[in-house]
Every structure is written in C-alpha cells, then in structure tokens.
C-alpha cells in the first residue's frame, strides 16, 4: 500500500533474488492477466503451492493447464451450479439448525472454523459427492497448518522447507492427512461409480484426445486436492471476513436483515430467491473488496514486456495485489469505508473492470467463481435469517497475510438469534 501510494503505477521491486513490480493501473494489470497472458506463466512463487497440492490446474501451465481445465470447466457451467443451489442450500439450513443449540450461550464460536466446515461440505457434496468418512475430524487442522506452512514461506527465499524442524515434520504429518482424505475420496467413488456427472466423475471418466487414456490416479489426486482446497478455504474467508464486516456496521445489518425478511417472509432461501436480495449479494461484493481471499498473485514473464512505459525483462515478476486495487484512492472513494452501495451497477459502471479482482481475470481468472458467489450469497441468506452474530468485544481483528487473507487471532463471535417468529 505504501509503495503504491508513494511511488505511483509500477514499482519497482526486489524480494531476495527476483525482481518485479508491482503494478496497480487497471490498464497493466489487464495486459499481464489478459490480454498479453500467453507471455506470462504464474510466477516460481507457486512452486511452494506445487509442493503441497501438485501440479494440478491451480499450479501448471500452457497446454497441460488447458487440457486439465477443458475437463473440468462442464462441472461448473452456471446450469450445473444452479442445480447445486440445493445442495448449498441445503448445508447452510444444516448449520443454521445446529447454531440453535449454540445460540444464546456465554461462550463464543470461531465463526471463521464454522464457516470453513461449511464450505468443505459443501465442495464434497456438491464437487465431489463425497464425504471424508474418518478423516472429517483431522482434516481440518491439517490444512490450517499446510496453508500456514506455504502461507508464511510463499514470499520468502525458499529455505525454510529444507529444515528438518519440529514444524517441517508437522507439515509432512498434515500432508499425509490430506493424502489420505483425498485418496478415500477417490477410492470410495471407484467402488461405487456415480451416475451424476458431478466435477469427480468428469476427473475420474476423462479420456486424452489424442491417446484416450484416463488421468492417472496420481493426477486425479492432484485435482481433487486443488478442488478440496481452492473451493473451501477462499470462500469461507469471504463469509468469515462478511460476518464481520456486519458486526462492525449495525446500520448494513439491519438493511441485510430487512431485505431477507421481506423477501422470504420466514422460509429457508433457494436459488430463485436470490434476485429478490441484491443487498445481501453486495455486502458480499464490498467483503471481498476489503479482504479479498486471495489477497495478492503475480507472474512472470516469458520475454521482455512493457508495463506503464517501463521495460520488464524476461523471468522478471509482475504482482497483482487485490488488496491494494482495491482501496486505489482514484477509482474508490473513501476506499477504507465498508459502503455496499458501491455495488450498484450504476456505481460500478463507472469504475474499469480491473481494479476489482477478487477472482482474478483472464484464462487464469477463478474457475469457481459463480459458484462461490451463489454459496455464499445463499449462505449468508440462511443464516442472517436466523442470527445475528457480535465480535466478542474487544477481539483484536488482524488481517493476516498467509496465501490467503486469514483473520490472525481467528474469529470468535457470539450467536444470538434473531426475534423474527417465522425464522425460525
Ligand atoms: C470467494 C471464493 C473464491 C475466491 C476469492 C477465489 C479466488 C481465486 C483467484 C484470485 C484465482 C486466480 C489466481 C491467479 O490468477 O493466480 C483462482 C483460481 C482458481 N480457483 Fe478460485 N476462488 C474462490 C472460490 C473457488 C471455488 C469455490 C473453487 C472450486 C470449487 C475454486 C477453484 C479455483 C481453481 C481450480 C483455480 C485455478 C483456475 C485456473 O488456473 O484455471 N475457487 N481463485
């Protein structure tokens, strides 16, 4: 933030041995993710990603990446995912009805732990129609300390890995947790393949073009761990930061509140509903824009580029950080206030597509977008119904830069449910 704002659209910048800038015009961020993206591969920064979750369709590149993301691309075609709504739906009424016996009670709930295990459900059923059988209870703590571990060498030199800690071995234990969920996953559904043409069976049944033969069982593993991973823990922190976000603005959770009460008039909310609350979905909209999940990315470039008038050399990094577009003092006014109302489509025509990026954009832009947004619009639906949730007081809030954006000191929140007779 501070060399953006002090040094203008691109910045010079060296971190140990790589070079880069980072690039804050809407105009250079569009070439790098758009339209020059053939000259840029995702940068040596994700090879720590590569190490934890393989070489899938997150991590690889040019016609590999292609062939990996053609096969998955019908399991999210927006028909597919209006047909999950239920599923999600679903889920949500599941937590809403568990939080009934939590509600009201002295101690608080790590809402940010609530939410990940609602959007882990909500990927397996509806992504991989599976559950994790023994591995629901340690999955969990497993991906906490893998993201830590990547999260907190992604921008360093690449040393760490190598020490045989106390905390290098707690990553290879995580590891093999992960392995082993994902590994049940698949097998379960080998021993009873699906009719449903659901993300695992389109993995699982795809055949190259060319030589007709299946993805190895070790690239199937690749993708559902991608899958696992890129589908719950993004969207859970776009809930978590949402929740408290309205905690901090009683005036936006009142108008939320008003907005679901009207239009449901006390049922569960559906896919068809969603329209009726466009509040709702940019209170989302401004949540991300805030705390985006996926905070920052960046490239590298394969040959020499322009960007803003400066030469890029060849292997040199391009950063695109979200949480800096996000809060440009030119193209968002008063950009640290939360304002939902900056997602009217008439405010938002006004501003360059580039400077909001919560899913990034390009080829490479968020395969699971749609599908994310309707999650989460339905979930906060179902459970703003219900609830309304308060920081504990005096909690320190801490936005913690890991891969994603995670609250450092984690989010504990007081349920208390809402006095809305028909909600119930
Ligand atoms: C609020 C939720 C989410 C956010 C903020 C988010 C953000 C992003 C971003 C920024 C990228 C691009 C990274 C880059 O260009 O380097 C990305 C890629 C990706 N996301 Fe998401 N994501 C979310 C939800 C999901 C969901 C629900 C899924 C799957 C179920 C998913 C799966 C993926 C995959 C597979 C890629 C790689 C796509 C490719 O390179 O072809 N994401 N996501």
Not at 53 to 60: A, I, K, M
Not at 182 to 206: F, G, K, N, W
Not at 262 to 288: F, K, N, Q
């Amino acid at each position: 933030m501070g060399a953006a704002r002090r040094f203008g659209d691109v910045v010079y910048l060296k971190i140990g041995s790589r070079r880069g800038f980072l690039i804050t015009n809407p105009a250079d961020v569009r070439h790098v993710l758009q339209d020059n993206a053939r000259s840029y591969h995702k940068s040596p920064l994700y090879d720590k990603l590569r190490m934890s979750l393989g070489n899938g369709l997150l991590t690889s590149e040019d016609d590999f990446w292609l062939r990996q993301r053609r096969i998955a691309q019908p399991a999210f075609h927006r028909q597919r995912i209006v047909a999950l709504a239920s599923v999600m739906a679903d889920a949500a009424r599941e937590t809403a009805d568990r939080w009934q016996s939590i509600a009201g009670r002295e101690e608080p709930t790590d809402v940010g732990e609530e939410m990940m295990q609602l959007t882990r459900t909500v990927v397996l059923r509806a992504l991989l129609g599976a559950d994790l059988g023994p591995f629901a209870s340690t999955i969990d703590n497993a991906w906490t300390i893998i993201n830590e571990h990547i999260g907190e060498s992604f921008w360093s030199l690449g040393l760490t890995e190598r020490l045989p800690t106390a905390r290098r071995r707690r990553f290879q234990a995580a590891r093999t947790v992960l392995r082993g969920a994902v590994d049940y996953v698949i097998d379960q559904r080998r021993r009873r393949p699906s009719e449903d043409r659901d993300l695992l069976s389109m993995l699982l049944s795809a055949r190259d073009e060319e030589t007709g033969e299946a993805m190895t069982d070790e690239q199937a593993r690749v993708e559902v761990t991608t899958f696992l991973l890129a589908g719950q823990e993004t969207t859970s922190l776009a809930l978590t930061w949402t929740w408290y976000l309205l905690s901090q603005h009683p005036e936006s959770q009142r108008r939320l509140e008003q907005e679901i009460d009207a239009a449901l008039d006390g049922r569960p909310p559906e896919y068809s509903d969603l329209e009726a609350l466009p509040y709702t979905r940019m209170v989302i909209d401004e949540a991300m824009r805030l705390y985006p999940p996926a905070w920052g990315f960046s490239r590298q470039a394969l040959s020499d580029d322009q960007l803003g008038g400066y030469h890029l050399p060849r292997g040199w990094l391009a950063f695109v950080i979200p949480y800096v577009l996000h809060r440009l003092p030119a193209f968002w006014k008063d950009p640290e206030a939360f304002d939902p109302d900056r997602f009217l489509s008439e405010r938002s025509a006004e501003r360059p597509k580039f400077v909001y990026l919560p899913f990034g954009a390009g080829p490479r832009q968020c395969i699971g977008n749609h599908f994310a947004l309707i999650e989460a619009h339905l979930i906060v639906a179902t459970l703003a119904q219900r609830y309304r949730l308060h920081l504990v007081p005096r909690h320190r809030v801490e936005p913690w830069a890991l891969i994603t954006l995670r609250p450092r000191f984690g989010m504990p929140m007081m349920i208390e449910r809402r006095a809305h007779p028909q909600g119930n």
